[in-house]
């Protein structure tokens, strides 16, 4: 009855598209090679807008007709198979006969192979017309699930909130970050300790700064006395100090800006940082540029900054000039 969840959900503001589709575990093998694989059972034509394997064939063409398939690339190497080999494919679903359970067993050839650059989907990926998924695990017609392609997928939970107004148990509503929760919590406890790390660093960089505001204050001891003998207070001298450190702050902060988007950029356009697929799941390190994390490190540094040079501002303000000028 999936067309009436579609008759509900389709109108909901947000959701550009939607696609039926079929996933289910099987096990995949060609001779004495088999492996436990993930089998999605798509339509074709709406497929192309969703998850693109148009536009991530590494070899064969994108073609579920007849008992076409299409493989992750780790897939296939588990296997040893190419484009034109045929796999069998072994459902848990099977029937029962007088030997006992039989599983079915069905073979397709390989019409192409897909990288997605995350090894979790390229060593499990099977992917077949949604008819020959729905004949195959003998679904009758049904559906696993219903995938939805939304204008803002970075903020999925708005369209999520209106979609589990619309839908009773048991039907459930999950994003994609639902789906990968433990991950981003992993990454934003790791983001943390990140800018906790950086700060540490501009601290200390920031003493450099106070240092040498002390040691011009101790140097300008005469210019200080003689400034305020002829009108100027307290607060003017601790402005020249804050302005200095102040000047030095946001050309050092600038520099590192400039710098750091710059190796973003760069590293995130050349895949400059390779990592190993099977222990980060993927192939390289993406990079964003967050402007409001720009902007919150940015002032963090110049406030940092500001509080360095403070103290001994206001420690060159409280000279004394009949101390200073004493003997002159």
């Known amino acids: 009855e999936y067309q009436e969840v579609v008759q509900k959900i389709k109108d909901v503001e947000g959701v550009i598209d939607y696609e039926p589709f079929v996933y289910s575990q099987a096990i995949a093998g060609k001779s004495s090679n088999l492996i436990p694989v993930y089998v999605r059972g798509v339509i074709p034509e709406k497929d192309r807008n969703f998850m693109a394997l148009d536009k991530k064939m590494i070899s064969g063409r994108y073609d579920l007709t007849d008992d076409n398939i299409?493989?992750?690339?780790?897939?296939?190497?588990?296997?040893?198979?190419?484009?034109?080999?045929?796999?069998?494919?072994?459902?848990?679903?099977?029937?029962?006969?007088?030997?006992?359970?039989?599983?079915?067993?069905?073979?397709?050839?390989?019409?192409?192979?897909?990288?997605?650059?995350?090894?979790?989907?390229?060593?499990?990926?099977?992917?077949?017309?949604?008819?020959?998924?729905?004949?195959?695990?003998?679904?009758?017609?049904?559906?696993?699930?219903?995938?939805?392609?939304?204008?803002?997928?970075?903020n999925p939970s708005i369209v999520k909130e209106k979609l589990e107004k619309r839908l009773d148990f048991p039907y459930i509503v999950r994003s994609w970050t639902d789906m990968n929760k433990s991950l981003f919590q992993a990454l934003q406890l790791e983001k943390f300790a990140m800018f906790l790390v950086i700060a540490l660093i501009?601290?200390?960089?920031?003493?450099?700064?106070?240092?040498?505001?002390?040691?011009?204050?101790?140097?300008?001891?005469?210019?200080?006395?003689?400034?305020?003998?002829?009108?100027?207070?307290?607060?003017?001298?601790?402005?020249?100090?804050?302005?200095?450190?102040?000047?030095?702050?946001?050309?050092?902060?600038?520099?590192?800006?400039?710098?750091?988007?710059?190796?973003?950029?760069?590293?995130?356009?050349?895949?400059?940082?390779?990592?190993?697929?099977?222990?980060?799941?993927?192939?390289?390190?993406?990079?964003?540029?967050?402007?409001?994390?720009v902007f919150i490190i940015a002032l963090s540094s110049m406030l940092i900054c500001f509080l360095s040079s403070l103290f001994p501002a206001i420690s060159a303000s409280k000279e004394v000039p009949a101390e200073v000028l004493r003997y002159d």
Request: glycine share 8%; aromatic share 10%.
């Open 70 to 154: 299409i493989l992750g690339k780790d897939v296939a190497l588990a296997l040893n198979v190419w484009v034109g080999d045929s796999i069998n494919i072994m459902s848990p679903v099977g029937r029962k006969t007088p030997l006992g359970f039989l599983p079915k067993l069905k073979e397709f050839k390989v019409a192409g192979i897909v990288e997605f650059g995350i090894y979790e989907y390229d060593s499990t990926f099977v992917c077949m017309s949604l008819e020959n998924a729905q004949s195959f695990f003998d679904l009758n017609g049904a559906i696993t699930g219903i995938q939805l392609k939304i204008k803002d997928p970075f």
């Open 202 to 293: 501009v601290v200390v960089a920031s003493f450099n700064i106070s240092s040498l505001i002390a040691t011009k204050s101790r140097e300008k001891r005469k210019e200080i006395a003689i400034l305020k003998t002829i009108g100027a207070d307290s607060n003017f001298i601790k402005k020249i100090f804050i302005s200095q450190g102040l000047i030095i702050g946001f050309i050092g902060t600038s520099l590192g800006l400039i710098i750091g988007l710059s190796v973003v950029y760069i590293g995130d356009t050349f895949h400059l940082v390779k990592l190993n697929p099977e222990v980060y799941l993927i192939n390289y390190l993406p990079m964003k540029i967050s402007i409001l994390e």
